[in-house]
């Protein structure tokens, strides 16, 4: 992939100074006592354990909800709008002042200085060198490194989501890390999933479980028949896997506007044996008003005085 390059080369000064800096120490150490001898930092930080890290996108990679305007992004005060990648099913929220460079198969954002600027890519497309590990963003997961390019940070945010390896990379001057890197990470956070709307088909994918034993069987059955229904928009169906088939406090799921695809049983069954309730987490993606939207809920049940499992409520 060719990448732009349009930053001001200072690698000759910087050795320069570095070979004074290592002069003047050779000449102070040797009329210093050791503990007053002038320390080089480190090029690294500290390692941090795998335990203490976080993710960039906690819970995952939203998905873009139809909303094209932010108020701010974190952390600042700035209206943001939403920018969709041309060649990606992806897009940011952008702040008011960057704007939007297209370059052969990249697409930046940047500010209008193009000083610091924001891409997303796809991680086999790029080569990702690194010389310097960033203390500001090496507590994230995803983040695979920085390239000092001179006075120019590249640090590189490298993650899987919808089965596709993608990179995000932020530029930015040395000197305007603690001005542009704050609004560059906030934009690269608010990344949002875009699903097409025409690929959307509505369906029953999760996998469930046999259970552990009967009783387990027949529950996963019954949250089963439930979502079959919802799918179907069958309110007989529905009902009767509900307390009493003349319960309707539950029938908006069957809103003929709204598609469902259930796509993951997120948790599987959770409840204290010493009463008779069950607990199911569903993740499922929903067609509403043209925009295709992810969520996920819990389906509770109870047991009834008969031994019957049924759906209680489901938020």
């Not at 002042?97 to 198969?105: F, I, N, R, S, Y």
């Not at 390019?149 to 040395?174: C, M, P």
């Amino acid at each position: 992939m060719h990448i732009r390059r349009s930053w001001l080369l200072a690698g000759a000064s910087t050795l320069i100074l570095a070979a004074l800096f290592g002069c003047t120490k050779s000449e102070n150490s040797a009329s210093q006592p050791p503990s007053a001898a002038v320390k080089e930092p480190p090029a690294e930080p500290v390692a941090i354990p795998a335990e203490s890290k976080e993710e960039l996108f906690l819970g995952g990679v939203s998905y873009y909800d139809g909303y094209d305007q932010m108020d701010s992004l974190e952390g600042g005060d700035t209206p943001a709008s939403f920018k969709k990648d041309p060649s990606r099913p992806y897009g940011f929220y952008i702040l008011e002042t960057m704007k939007e460079v297209k370059l052969e198969e990249v697409t930046s954002w940047g500010t209008e200085d193009l000083q610091a600027e924001l891409s997303l890519m796809d991680a086999g497309d790029v080569s990702i060198e690194t010389n310097y590990i960033n203390p500001a963003l090496a507590k994230y997961n995803e983040y695979a490194g920085t390239h000092i390019d001179d006075e120019t940070y590249n640090d590189y945010l490298v993650f899987t989501d919808h089965g596709r390896r993608l990179a995000i990379r932020l530029r930015y001057l040395k000197e305007e890390l603690t001005t542009a890197l704050p609004n560059l990470l906030a934009s690269a956070r608010s990344l949002r999933y875009v699903a097409d709307p025409a690929a959307f088909k509505t369906g029953l994918e999760i996998e469930f479980p046999e259970g552990e034993n009967e009783e387990e069987a027949e529950i996963y059955r019954q949250v089963k028949r439930n979502l079959e229904a919802i799918v179907a928009k069958d309110k007989s169906a529905f009902r009767d896997t509900l307390q009493t088939p003349d319960a309707d406090y539950l029938d908006f799921f069957l809103k003929q506007e709204k598609q469902f695809r259930f796509t993951k049983l997120s948790s599987q069954i959770s409840y204290p044996r010493d009463i008779k309730r069950a607990d199911v987490e569903i993740e499922y993606e929903y067609l509403s008003d043209g925009i295709v939207h992810w969520a996920n809920y819990t389906v509770y049940l109870l047991q009834d005085k008969e031994g019957r499992w049924y759906i209680a409520n489901i938020d």
